[in-house]
């Protein structure tokens, strides 16, 4: 029954569409307030509906006192328009108050005449009597969690809740070093400012980039948009995790040094853990050619604290077929997900021990080789 109601009153209004015959003189907004002084540019649409086509005559009726009108079209003054059958034109009536209008209630009446039809368009300004300048600022998602490398990035709504266009200045108020940036929504260019016209909203992204260093809780940041004395503000919050990022190097931070082909040879490293959370159960590991050997003292770390390092002993053991010269090792700090490494160049180089042996045995040699050539030489 609702169904069939509807359906009834669908043709109903079709039937009246299509049998009236006549002008419309419509504008949107017919009764509206606006500022004391303010120049008013109102759109005006005016339609024929089953008339030929026609020239209408067009003319402001009724004027307030002291106020000025001029009928536009096509950014010309007009006073008639040609409209042709079921067509349409659109006009613009600008109304200028006089320098000293007060405040209060102006009428006036717009007019249209054609071959036997018209149309009148009364209209109301209000002046005065106008909403004060607002803004607003809102965000679907206030609070963001993730570690300080992180991109903490705010899809945030600005609001021209006035009947008035704002030229809206952004800044924030953030903790020590963080940054705060303002650029338009979907990868815009970054700005400090922006024009919004009267009931106007335009979509932002802020961009939140704390230190590296920062310690793990969580921050607030104050967004703010002002117009003169006009202004809102947002707070976001940042929950900042800890994050493990470790170094390792040695205590002079030179990465080579020498050693003997099938010894130990100790070497003095230095693991520090540069995050914001404690590095727990650290281990340490090596890359090394192979034949080789290399042992860590101590081979694991507990806990190692932000900010805090600790000095291990690595020690290296050269194949002893190892042939002089550098060889390249990696060794390695690791603490779940997080690592660090660095490439060790080491020199390696045979014992005098062996040295000697070979000098004697060329010596020997040598001797062996003169005394045959003293002995048989003149046979």
């Known amino acids: 029954m609702p169904r069939l109601l509807a359906m009834l009153l669908l043709l109903t209004s079709l039937g009246l569409a299509q049998g009236f015959r006549g002008l419309a003189l419509y504008t949107p907004y017919p009764s509206q307030s606006v500022r004391l002084g303010e120049t008013v540019n109102l759109p005006i649409t005016l339609k024929g509906y089953n008339l030929p086509p026609q020239t209408v005559q067009v003319r402001v009726a009724e004027l307030a006192q002291g106020w000025k009108a001029s009928l536009l079209g096509g950014g010309r003054v007009v006073s008639s328009v040609y409209v042709l059958p079921d067509g349409e034109q659109s006009l613009s009536l600008r109304l200028e108050p006089p320098p000293n209008v007060r405040p209060g209630t102006y009428r006036f009446r717009l007019l249209a005449e054609g071959s036997g039809v018209r149309a009148e368009l009364p209209l109301t300004l209000t002046l005065g009597q106008v909403l004060p300048k607002r803004l607003s600022l809102e965000t679907e998602l206030p609070v963001l969690k993730g570690t300080p490398t992180a991109g903490f990035r705010y899809r945030v709504t600005l609001k021209n809740e006035s009947d008035q266009d704002l030229l809206a200045n952004l800044e924030a108020d953030a903790p020590e070093n963080f940054r705060v940036s303002f650029s338009t929504a979907f990868g815009g260019q970054e700005v400090n400012s922006l024009p919004l016209k009267a009931g106007e909203s335009k979509d932002l992204e802020v961009q939140v980039t704390p230190p590296r260093q920062v ?89 190692l604290a932000p900010g805090a390092e600790s000095e291990v002993t690595a020690k290296i053991k050269p194949s002893p077929r190892a042939v002089a010269g550098d060889y390249m090792l990696t060794l390695r700090a690791s603490a779940g997900s997080a690592q660090a490494s660095a490439d060790y160049r080491v020199t390696v180089q045979t014992s005098t021990l062996w040295g000697l042996i070979g000098v004697a045995l060329i010596a020997v040699a040598v001797g062996a080789v003169g005394f045959a050539v003293s002995r048989f030489g003149r046979r």
């Open 215 to 303: 310690e793990a809780k969580v921050y607030a940041v104050t967004l703010r948009a002002l117009a003169g004395e006009t202004k809102a503000e947002l707070v976001v919050n940042l929950d900042i995790t800890g994050q493990v990022e470790l170094s390792l190097t040695t205590p002079e931070g030179r990465l080579s040094g020498r050693a003997y082909a099938g010894r130990e040879n100790p070497i003095k490293l230095v693991v520090k853990n540069t995050g914001s959370a404690p590095a727990e159960n650290l281990e340490l590991s090596a890359s090394e050619p192979s034949g080789w050997e290399v042992k860590f003292e101590p081979d694991k770390l507990e806990k």
